[in-house]
Structure formats: C-alpha cells, structure tokens
C-alpha cells in the first residue's frame, strides 16, 4: 500500500498531530477542514457565511497540495453545529463544486473541535493520476 502525507504551508494542523491529508492507492483522504486561519485560529468567530468561505479554501488548499483539486472530489462529509444552515451549504456546494457533484453527508453535531468551529468539511477524492 502506497501512503504520502499531504502538508500545507504553513500547516495550522500541525499541533493536533494529524495530516491534512493522506494520498493512498489513487486516493486523498482529507482531514476536516475548518474555518482555521494560517495563524491556527479560528477565522469569522459567529459568522456562519466567513467560516463556511474559509472551511471550503482550506479543502480547495489542502487537495492541491495533494496534486488533486475540487473536480475530483468524490465524497464530501460536513459537519454543522446548526442544520439551519443547511441551505447555505447548497449555495456553498453550487459555488465550490461543479457536476457531477460528489456524494455528500451533512450532518448537524453538538459540537466540533473548538466551540467557536459552526463547520467541518472532510473529503475524498482522487488523486492527480486519475
């Protein structure tokens, strides 16, 4: 099995000891992608629309750094502290992925790393070779 972990520059994920992302087998696995700045804090605090805009750039940064993109993602996981937003998250969608569209999970949690977080994104996708 052929594993390479993906890092960003800078990696404001480095202190939680977890990967961006992983390339295995024609594959990304990327990590839940926040609304986390380059200074590792939390960018937009309360502010669904900033958060979601910086969560999304930071999925788009990490599968390049993967030598993928957005055009390959196959399978979307978001997590949100508020299904409320749920329509936002289709406008997002609409914006940051074109058709076919990847499957997707949205799932409302009570909570996520950090109070201050109101969205999670992790993906899967395949790799440049594909």
């Known amino acids: 099995m052929f594993l390479e972990q993906v890092v960003t520059e800078p990696d404001p994920y480095a202190p939680f000891l977890l990967s961006q992302a992983i390339k295995a087998n024609g594959f990304v696995f990327v990590s839940g992608q926040a609304a986390i700045g380059d200074n590792g804090e939390i960018v937009g605090e309360g502010d669904f629309d900033r958060q979601a805009e910086q969560a999304f750039g930071n999925l788009d940064r990490a599968l390049k750094a993967a030598g993928s993109g ?3 993602v196959v399978k979307v996981t978001i997590f949100l502290r508020s299904i409320e937003n749920f329509a936002k998250v ?28 109101m969205i999670e994104i992790e993906a899967i996708a395949l790799d440049g070779s594909h």
């Open 70 to 72: 957005l055009d390959k």
């Open 90 to 117: 289709v406008e997002l969608r609409r914006k940051w992925f074109s058709a076919p569209y990847p499957a997707d999970s949205i799932i409302e949690v009570s909570s996520l790393y950090s109070p201050k977080a």
